[in-house]
């Protein structure tokens, strides 16, 4: 393995399919939705599902070895209280909208508001809190937009169904 250093965009590259009649983002990365757009003059769908595989489609890709639980961005500290609560090790991502951590987190990280460093730091953030021991993870989506497409869907991805032992 070749360790080549922090990657500049950070998620992985779009996949985009255009076999059909129309092209279709198979999966949102540094390329933006919105940049295949321009080129191409008109919109392009992003469907949830598509018969044809690609890397990164399994439900729970990306997923740290904490839990993942997606909530609204103003819903993450009574979460983690409720979390706390039940007796798990949570760690938050904040978003940059907040400007207060829960009290009741175990570990927090502040996303950048900025969609190119979030993404550029969206694994390091998920191995950081799973370094740090937290069981569970708090985490709201970003703006679907821009790079916050490929964000959001890593994080679904991350907080996908895990398959069962």
């Known amino acids: 393995m070749l360790d080549g250093g ?3 965009v950070g998620v992985e590259s779009t996949i985009v399919d255009v ?3 129309a092209p279709a983002i198979l999966r949102p990365g540094g390329v933006t939705r919105e940049d295949i757009e321009a080129v191409l003059g008109r919109p392009v769908a992003v469907p949830s599902t598509s018969r044809v595989r690609v890397p ?4 729970s890709h990306y997923a740290p070895r904490a839990r993942v639980v997606l909530v609204e961005p103003e819903e993450v500290g009574a979460e983690a209280e409720r979390a706390r609560e039940q007796g798990h090790r949570v760690g938050v991502f904040l978003p940059a909208s907040l400007t207060e951590a829960p009290s009741t987190a175990h ?3 502040t996303v950048p508001a900025e969609a190119g460093a979030y993404a550029r730091g969206l694994y390091g953030f998920l191995r950081e809190l799973d370094q740090r021991g ?3 993870i708090i985490a709201s989506l970003p703006k679907e937009e821009g790079l916050g497409l490929a964000i959001a869907n890593r994080l679904r991805r ?3 169904p ?3 032992a």
Do not use: E, S
């Open 19 to 21: 076999t059909g009649d």
């Open 134 to 136: 937290c069981d569970l």
């Open 107 to 109: 570990a927090v990280v």
């Open 56 to 59: 990164g489609q399994h439900p």
């Open 158 to 160: 991350a907080a996908g």
């Open 6 to 8: 922090p990657c500049q």
């Open 162 to 164: 895990r398959p069962t």
